[in-house]
Structure formats: C-alpha cells, structure tokens
C-alpha cells in the first residue's frame, strides 16, 4: 500500500510565503507524475500544479510566476513553494501520485490535505 502526507500548511498574511510538502511511502517502483490540487469550502478540487519525472512542470494561471513545484525521484518527494501568497489562495491544498507503480500494479494516490489560510 502507498502512504501519501503532506505537510506544511499554516496560516499566513496576505504577500508571504509558505512551502508544502509531501512524501510518498510503501512499495513504490515509481511515480510518473506528482501533482499539487487544492480545494476551498463550497468549490471543486482543482489542479494547482503538476511535474514530471523528467522535471516538466505544468501551473494553474493563476499562481504562474508565484508558485514552484518540485520533486525528488529517489525519495518519492514533491515541494511547492508559494510565495506572495492570496486570499484566495486559501484552501486545502491535496498532494497526489499519478501512476504510481507498485508491486499490485500501477493507480493513483491522494493525501488527507494540508489547510493554507492565507489572511490579514
């Protein structure tokens, strides 16, 4: 089985900066893609950014230019760096694992979420 867990996530003024985390755990042989979404109250989970095993990142427009994603293959790591953090940048921000191979195949996998509330 596949553990995913995220960390990081707090409460910040309007223009800071915070970094999340995550890291999967459990069988892995690899993971093609790892993806940051997040979710605020009364929305639908969106996409926020993704990366690559070869490093090819892709963002949501809206946080181009202010959010960094990044990972680390050998230990099953991706970061995201946001800096001059929005209100609405505030939700609860999910780690997930895309085709991630293991020894009972090869699915995908979330984290519980990490809350960012972003606020004067």
């Known amino acids: 089985q596949v553990q995913v867990e995220e960390s990081g996530g707090g409460l910040v003024q309007p223009g800071e900066s915070l970094t999340l985390s995550c890291a999967a755990s459990?069988?892995?042989?690899?993971?093609?893609?790892m993806a940051w979404y997040r979710q605020a109250p009364g929305q639908q989970r969106e996409l926020v950014a993704k990366?690559?095993?070869?490093?090819?990142?892709d963002y949501k427009d809206s946080v181009k230019g202010r959010f960094t994603i990044s990972r680390d293959n050998a230990k099953n790591t991706v970061t995201l760096v946001m800096n001059s953090l929005k209100p609405e940048d505030t939700a609860n921000y999910f780690c997930?694992?895309?085709?991630?191979?293991?020894?009972?195949?090869?699915?995908?996998?979330w984290g519980q979420g990490t809350q960012v509330t972003v606020s004067p």
């Open positions: 997930k694992t895309i085709r991630t191979a293991t020894p009972q195949g090869v699915s995908d996998y």
């Open positions: 990366i690559n095993r070869d490093g090819r990142t």
């Open positions: 459990g069988s892995i042989f690899s993971i093609s893609q």
